[in-house]
């Protein structure tokens, strides 16, 4: 299949301009049609392309097997700064090599220049410099990340202290994940990796005496590449979607993963509304809320923030969600807390092999869309296994059962590749 890399940076403007010209030039009068991928978190540019690679080959697998009528695609991945914390387990910040103890100093000065200036920034310091802290100076640390973390009590919450034992359970199940309760290839830096079975589940955390500083930081960097994602989506690559809808005749079929997804859909509502429609769009295992696209998000005036996707997209979304997504299903809606999702609430919904949602902090890359006049597809489909949706908008596929997707970043396999084709032969 004949592909294509565009880098962007940070904060969003395109690194690699003359290949994105290329490409334009190349599209301007191509029926073929067009695969367009965002890798998420914690992906360099040598992980995206292993990604794309593999995702591919299982793809044209797929289409070699069950044909559709039309030329072969072309391929465009975007590549984009999803790493910021190194993932080798433990902090080893006093032992560290040189380029190590580098990139640790500059992910806390990143961290210390968001808190506000009358955090005790040196206290800071001394917990996150250490092998191990007890549970009190656990509680300590989730104090003063608490502005970062939480930057506004949420609705109906009392006591500061509730906060910050959702911060302390948070970093607990974090390290659980990390430490084999779970694949080491599926904790919470997993969170966009494309590795690992996953087929474990947390314990009960009480009983841990110490803490690892370093997964504070981790739970931290949720947010802060959460928010790049959305802005490289916003700021850049909704400029180069707009580009090829209205340069290219050729159907484009969206495709994100983990917060490539945020990427995707940040990019298709961003900014005034393009001359044609994306064709379809598929997100892989979504590191976003649940709730993205309800026609009602609890406690907000306010339909989810991704709704508008709907009239962009001429076929119904494709979602997936799995219960062995640990990140996704176990500690996202521990970990992610800000105050616009408002509220721990139940939610009714139906019964899927991935549960309700706990919480409207849920992670739709968990537990599947929710009041958005839905259809949830259990399991999801195998090559040659057809499903239909009529009147619907978004349909979610649950790869729990039988370990069809089997950790956040079990997303290259033949259900998902269908998922694909079947867009595309619509």
Request: hydrophobic share 40%; with cysteine; net charge negative.
């Amino acid at each position: 299949m004949e592909s294509w890399l565009i880098r962007f940076d940070k904060d969003g403007a395109c690194t690699s301009p003359k290949t994105r010209d290329a490409l334009l030039t190349r599209i301007a009068d191509r029926q073929q049609p067009i695969i367009f991928f965002s890798h998420g978190w914690n992906n360099d540019f040598a992980d995206a392309v292993d990604l794309y690679r593999r995702f591919l080959s299982d793809f044209e697998r797929v289409i070699a097997a069950h044909p559709i009528g039309h030329g072969p695609a072309i391929f465009v991945g975007v590549t984009w700064p999803s790493i910021w914390l190194p993932s080798e387990p433990g902090p080893q910040m006093a032992a560290a090599s040189d380029l190590q103890m580098l990139t640790n100093e500059a992910v806390l000065q990143e961290v210390a220049g968001l808190l506000p200036s009358t955090a005790d920034r040196a206290r800071l310091y001394e917990l996150l410099e250490v092998n191990k802290i007890d549970l009190t100076e656990a509680r300590e640390l989730a104090r003063l990340l608490k502005p970062i973390i939480i930057p506004g009590q949420p609705e109906g919450v009392k006591e500061a202290q509730a906060n910050e034992d959702n911060i302390l359970a948070a970093i607990k199940d974090i390290q659980l994940a990390s430490e084999g309760e779970a694949s080491t290839d599926d904790d919470i830096d997993a969170i966009g990796t494309v590795d690992g079975s996953g087929r474990g589940r947390i314990r009960a955390a009480g009983g841990l005496e110490y803490l690892d500083p370093r997964n504070a930081i981790r739970m931290a960097s949720l947010y802060i590449m959460k928010d790049r994602a959305g802005k490289v989506g916003a700021n850049g690559i909704a400029t180069l979607l707009r580009e090829m809808l209205t340069g290219c005749p050729a159907p484009i079929h969206g495709v994100g993963h983990s917060f490539g997804c945020k990427v995707m859909l940040s990019a298709l509502v961003a900014g005034s509304r393009p001359t044609r429609r994306m064709k379809s769009l598929l997100l892989l295992q979504p590191a976003i809320s649940y709730l993205s696209f309800a026609t009602h998000v609890p406690g907000r005036d306010a339909p989810g923030g991704y709704r508008d996707a709907f009239d962009l997209v001429e076929t119904p979304i494709f979602s997936t969600y799995s219960a062995a997504d640990i990140p996704l299903h176990a500690i996202y809606h521990l970990a992610l807390l800000r105050q616009k999702d408002l509220g721990e609430l139940q939610i009714a919904a139906p019964s899927t092999t991935a549960g309700s949602p706990p919480s409207v902090y849920a992670a739709l890359g968990g537990y599947g869309p929710r009041d958005a006049a839905e259809q949830l597809v259990d399991p999801i489909p195998m090559p040659g296994e057809h499903v239909d949706y009529p009147n619907t908008r978004i349909v979610g596929f649950d790869g729990s059962a039988g370990n069809r997707i089997d950790a956040h970043g079990g997303i290259v396999n033949p259900s998902t590749a269908w998922l694909l084709r079947e867009q595309m032969s619509r």
